[in-house]
């Protein structure tokens, strides 16, 4: 049985909302550890072990400092299972830098990756779904960085999404290969050569093709991925409420809505982020999987499913592969050099987490 380590600290609804999701999942044979404020849980749910952790780093400003110098924060001590082999994945609910600076500094980066990337699937209606990574865990992103991206995103689409050939894209401003930033015309060139091995790499595609079935893994910095992940939930919702508000105008249209009714719910369902589950951050040594704060106790169930599908699928051994046939991951530094290496290397990293 695969078990989970669950931050119930910092989602929107509480941390019985968590609590109650993960006992969703617990029902379901999954063993859940959750760490959060007892007194806000209450009376504890069957199949869940609570740890009483009432410390939250949620809303920290520095989730750096704020992981180094709090380690009963719940955050921390979810992670510290994790690393221990106490639990095998880690889902949290709160806060996102906190989330991947304690991640990261606990259950480590997985040898010779250069940067952990948040890989999202989002769902496009009567199509597959297309994975969109960095999302959300690094501001600024060099070509070495986005070709492992693209590594890991193909190779996570072919374990956990099932594809067999998944078509890798660069999100830029234009298909012709002058466009872009510097460091984008570098990783175009680097993916077209020896760097692509392995991949379906099509190139670059534009903003509008994101949601077509144009390709199965998009891949860009944490700044742009983060910005477009909230423009399509943001025009998903509004497209919603509009439909809603144009089924009320007449009774002509309330009884058109009527008619409508079910296929909207559906429509509904395969959109909501809930459905997802969160995103994974793909680049650890252990499962770890970012949930919206704002998901109900079906949202948080899905979340921890999710994390539990990453551990049976290998995607971190998946994805390392990948990284190794590609030739992708970086040369190990001298042995004397690892440890003061890692530390710099993840202070440098939190710095550029993008916070939501």
Known sequence: MVTVAVDGNGADLGPAEVAAGAAMAAARGVGVLLF????AVGEVPDGVELIDAPVSIAKSADPAYAVRSTPEASIVQAARAVASGRAQALVSGGSTGSAITAGLFNM?????????????????????????????????????????????????????MGLAE????????????????????ETHARLS?????????????EGTEVMEDVADVVVMDGFTGNIALKLIEGVSARTMRAVRMAAMRSWRAKLGGLLLAP???????????????????????????????????????????????????DVVGVTHTALVAAGALRPPPPA??????????????????VRR
């Open 263 to 313: 296929s909207v719910q559906a429509l509904r369902e395969e959109i909501d982020p809930e459905t997802t589950g969160g995103a994974y951050m793909l680049g650890l040594r252990r499962i770890g999987v970012v949930a919206h704060g704002r998901f109900t106790r079906r949202g948080f169930a899905r979340a921890i499913e999710v994390a539990v599908r990453g551990v049976e699928q």
């Open 36 to 39: 959060a404020d007892a007194a």
């Open 193 to 205: 050569g020896d760097r692509g091995a392995g991949l379906r790499f099509i190139g670059y595609i």
């Open 166 to 185: 998944p078509r890798v894209a660069l999100l830029s401003n234009g298909e012709e290969t002058a466009k872009g930033t510097p460091d984008l015309r």
């Open 336 to 353: 004397a050099l690892v440890s003061e290496l890692e530390t710099e290397a993840a202070s440098e990293e939190a710095a550029t987490v």
């Open 108 to 160: 480590k980066r997985a040898s010779g990756v250069h940067r952990q990337a948040l890989a999202l699937p989002i769902p496009r209606p009567g199509e597959r779904p297309v994975l969109l990574l960095d999302v959300g865990a690094n501001v600024a992103c060099r070509p070495e960085h986005l070709v492992q991206f693209a590594h890991m995103g193909s190779a996570f689409a072919s374990a956990v």
